[in-house]
């Protein structure tokens, strides 16, 4: 209904994400940043998206781990965004032991794990069930 609402573009992102639509997710991860004016994110997709289109969406995914963990030595990132992202590359032991991280921190990423489509390949596994005991849901 408003093309410039932001949270759109947020949700369209993390669609197209999950659907391998690459080059739409980050244009609407832009978007999203623009209408926010959101200053760190808007720098962040715009030194992603030219590694992504020299090197692909793994080397991509690998360039935001850095920056999200180079960002938390000076402010706070929440490590259930570096989570997402080695769960977006399938690494599931860095995932895990950064949404272990955001357990520790207590963190608003914890109560989405649920519901999350990145984390369906770990989902069986006990230490992604453990994690999820602490935050108040039951199997």
């Known amino acids: 209904m408003d093309p410039n609402f932001a949270g759109t573009y947020a949700d369209l992102a993390t669609l197209y994400r999950c659907q391998g639509h ?45 920056l999200y963990q180079q960002r938390r030595e000076n402010s706070y990132i929440d490590p259930g965004f570096i989570a997402e992202e080695y769960a977006f590359l399938g690494d599931k032991d860095h995932a895990l032991e950064w949404l272990e991280k955001g357990y520790q921190e207590k963190t608003d990423e914890m109560a989405t794990l649920r519901i999350r489509r990145c984390y369906d390949f770990m989902r069986s596994d006990p230490r992604y069930k453990d994690l999820q005991r602490p935050v108040g849901y039951t199997w």
Not at 37 to 46: G, I, P, R, T, W
């Open 22 to 66: 690459y080059d739409l997710w980050l244009d609407a991860w832009k978007k999203n940043a623009t209408l926010n004016q959101d200053q760190e994110d808007l720098a962040l997709v715009s030194e992603v998206l030219p590694i992504y289109k020299q090197s692909g969406y793994k080397a991509a995914v690998n360039r935001i781990i850095e």
